[in-house]
């Protein structure tokens, strides 16, 4: 029986894998680092390390930075280097202690030992403008808009070389969200001018430093940007929503990216969700995908559910189909 870390790359790079790579089974996601800046739990509000209000709203699924003329950090785009200032990444060393720890415990012919960065640099643009003032700088502002991304872009390569000296990690857990749930939030010659050339230069420098995998998390519509994916680097896109042409994708694009999702938490992810219903879309997901550059999964952004049981049960079901198929 392979290892799960075996089993994941016979699945992306299209060998033999010995069954369904169960969801993040192949990560072991390090959380612990100081700068990955702040805690903002449900029922919270709180100021992350580039200035920005994050509130998490009680019975809501996740957090989101508040933009109203009190709280939003960045108004005018042109006057971006006064207000955007990059965060710290000096801490002592006991401030590192907790990752640090964390990584050597991980057993790496396991699994992969992930760092994690978010949010990127799209949702980076957003939250410190708000959505409709970041979207209509790329059109209003370029040249000034492409500067921010270039300063942001050098914090991401700071933050790497930080990361990868104190933890050594050898994958990368990337989140950006890049659109919604019916298309990308900016067409992809946009995407291909303003984002691809930060991730070509974020992602490269992960793969120079020893980064194996990078997987990038946006749970939304982009199978028009996949293209973009592949040139930057991604070797997984996590959070692939039903909305794609999953299947398509693969035959088009496997075994030059692979997809992870299929799996909406929308859909399956609720109050009234039942192991029948899991089971339907689970054994669905995997007939469609196939067993070479497809992870069934649900698309949230790590591990876990909204809902207790959920996750769970998409793994069960995952168990029984492997059984099936392999």
């Not at 870390?5 to 089974?25: A, H, M, S, W």
């Not at 005018?76 to 640090?100: H, R």
Request: proline content about 6%; glycine content about 8%; hydrophobic content about 40%.
């Amino acid at each position: 029986m392979l290892t799960k870390r075996q089993n994941l790359l016979e699945t992306i790079k299209g060998g033999n894998p010995d069954r369904f790579v169960k969801q993040y089974e192949f990560m072991d996601i390090i959380m612990e680092a100081p700068i990955y800046g702040f805690t903002c739990g449900p029922g919270m509000t709180a100021k992350d390390p580039w200035g920005v209000t994050i509130q998490w709203p009680e019975g809501q699924p996740g957090p989101f930075p508040v933009h109203d003329d009190e709280h939003i950090v960045l108004k005018d785009v042109t006057e971006w280097k006064q207000y955007v200032k990059m965060p710290n990444l000096d801490f002592p060393d006991e401030a590192w202690q907790a990752a640090v720890d964390h990584a050597k415990a991980i057993d790496r012919n396991e699994v992969f030992a992930a760092s994690f960065c978010a949010p990127g640099i799209f949702e980076r643009l957003h939250y410190l403008m708000g959505m409709e003032d970041a979207l209509m700088a790329f059109y209003e502002e370029p040249e000034a808009l492409k500067e921010l991304i270039d300063y942001l872009t050098e914090y991401e390569i700071k933050f790497a070389d930080v990361i990868i000296e104190k933890l050594n990690p050898d994958a990368l857990f990337h989140h950006d969200d890049w659109g919604s749930s019916k298309s990308t939030f900016i067409s992809p010659a946009m995407f291909e001018e303003f984002i691809l050339p930060a991730y070509k230069k974020i992602y490269k420098h992960y793969k120079d430093k020893g980064i194996e995998i990078i997987v990038h998390h946006s749970d939304s519509y982009g199978e028009t940007i996949v293209p973009c994916m592949i040139e930057m680097g991604m070797d997984i896109w996590q959070g692939c929503m039903s909305t794609n042409d999953i299947p398509a994708l693969i035959k088009q694009y496997g075994g030059q990216i692979s997809f992870m999702g299929g799996l909406d938490n929308g859909s399956l992810d609720k109050e009234d969700w039942t192991p029948e219903l899991i089971a339907q879309h689970v054994e669905k997901v995997c007939q469609e995908g196939g067993k070479h550059y497809y992870i069934p999964s649900l698309i949230m952004g790590g591990p876990g559910s909204v809902f207790p049981g959920v996750y769970e049960a998409v793994d069960k079901e995952l168990d029984r189909i492997s059984k099936k198929m392999y």
